[in-house]
């Protein structure tokens, strides 16, 4: 899988090589996390190209079906994900082409937060507005009642939804992370070692 730029809350999905098995997979897959997509693109070979493929929907995306697009160094321009599922020789080919679009993962996987601190940000200001309270004061009826910060409270609850889907599911890490409100994989990997001590990626491995 690539990034290829920093996370928004609606990204653009591309999947290469969407006509096979894998590529179908991993249309089924987004639909059943429902990932926030903005846009998916099917991609594939110029034989495949106009070929048309069902998908059940997922974020902004309504159900209904795909025309299959050839896939070209072009049909990734603004795309913030791209899915791989052809040839190793196609990947690696077109994986080039797209590493324009790649710099600003460096920055992504860095040490900052902005992302993680506007996500929270929002969950509090939800949680306010749902109790119909101000959010400064809501958070400090909440730390005197419970004795914990409202937002170590929120990161708490998305990293125990995470454990349990990385130990009883087979959803890609990277799937999880947005399924419990991550925008950026690198924040996501850094608060989840953080909390239990170990990546998601050895959580997932000592699952199996």
């Not at 897959?29 to 846009?39: G, I, N, R, T, Y």
């Not at 601190?117 to 419970?146: C, G, I, Q, S, W």
């Not at 990546?199 to 491995?205: A, L, M």
Request: net charge negative; with cysteine.
């Amino acid at each position: 899988m690539t990034w290829t730029k920093e996370m928004p809350a609606h990204p653009v999905v591309a999947i290469a090589g969407a006509t096979g098995a894998v590529g179908s997979e991993f249309l089924k897959v987004l639909h059943d996390v429902d990932f926030p997509a903005s846009e998916v693109r099917a991609l594939a070979s110029a034989r495949s190209a106009g070929r048309k493929l069902p998908f059940a929907g997922c974020g902004q995306v309504p159900a209904g079906e795909f025309v299959v697009q050839e896939m070209t160094p072009e049909s990734f321009e603004g795309v913030d994900i791209a899915l791989f599922s052809c040839g190793a020789s196609v990947s690696k080919e077109l994986r080039a082409a797209v590493a324009e679009n790649v710099e600003a993962h460096k920055e992504m996987v860095s040490a900052r937060r902005e992302a993680l601190e506007e996500a929270v940000a929002a969950r509090r200001e939800e949680l306010a507005e749902a109790v119909h309270l101000n959010p400064d004061y809501m958070a400090r009826l909440f730390k005197k009642e419970t004795g914990m910060n409202l937002k170590d409270y929120i990161i708490q609850q998305k990293m125990q939804e995470a454990q349990s889907l990385l130990c009883t599911t087979n959803l890609p890490i990277s799937l999880i992370a947005a399924k419990v409100g991550y925008t950026n994989f690198g924040h996501f990997s850094t608060s989840y070692k953080k909390f239990y001590h170990k990546t998601p990626q050895e959580e997932r491995s000592a699952a199996l």
